[in-house]
């Protein structure tokens, strides 16, 4: 006699009832979104390889570009590029070992790092971003209706930040 599996169970709500059913228009939203979330990493990260950046290093120096002194602390960076603490280290040192970032002790907190975009780096991050434009603008923003820009640029930097720091987002 063998054993047959056990039988999924429904993961359990949170509280309440389980979840209404998606509509139509709410299925072709979520579908799209995960077509578009694992097709534009690969397309941007192919259309940034010509420039010697992977599209995480360009963000990492675009951020560290446009902050105060070109620093930030190494956890702020995490935060702003949507990374892990140990993410961002890796990607710090690499692009360290460039001579594109450095990393020093903080000087008021001596227990933690801050980024500091070196002159070589910001001359690189200057030198990739006509092709991270022209990507964007290909890939993304030439695709969008102007007058949609607001809207959508909203919705997707509340969803991010909902997802960064573990709150679900509101509901209307």
Do not use: C, N, Y
Not at 93 to 113: F, T
């Amino acid at each position: 006699m063998s054993a047959s599996p056990p039988s999924p169970k429904p993961s359990p709500s949170p509280s309440g009832p389980p979840p209404a059913p998606l509509s139509p228009d709410e299925q072709r939203l979520w579908q799209s979104l995960g077509r578009l979330a694992h097709a534009l990493p690969r397309v941007l990260e192919d259309d940034m390889s010509r420039t010697g950046l992977t599209m995480t290093e360009f963000a990492v120096l675009h951020l560290l570009g446009a902050a105060p002194d070109r620093r930030l602390r190494m956890s702020a960076l995490a935060d702003a590029a949507g990374l892990t603490p140990s993410r961002i280290t890796r990607v710090v040192d690499g692009l360290g070992k460039h001579g594109l970032v450095r990393k020093e002790r903080h000087g008021q907190d001596a227990r933690g790092s801050e980024a500091v975009l070196t002159d070589a780096g910001l001359r690189t991050m200057e030198a990739a971003q006509p092709a991270h434009l022209a990507s964007a603008r290909r890939r993304v923003l030439d695709r969008v209706p102007a007058e949609q820009v607001p809207a959508l640029a909203e919705t997707l930097a509340a969803l991010a930040d909902s997802l960064a720091h573990g709150h679900r987002p509101h509901t209307r």
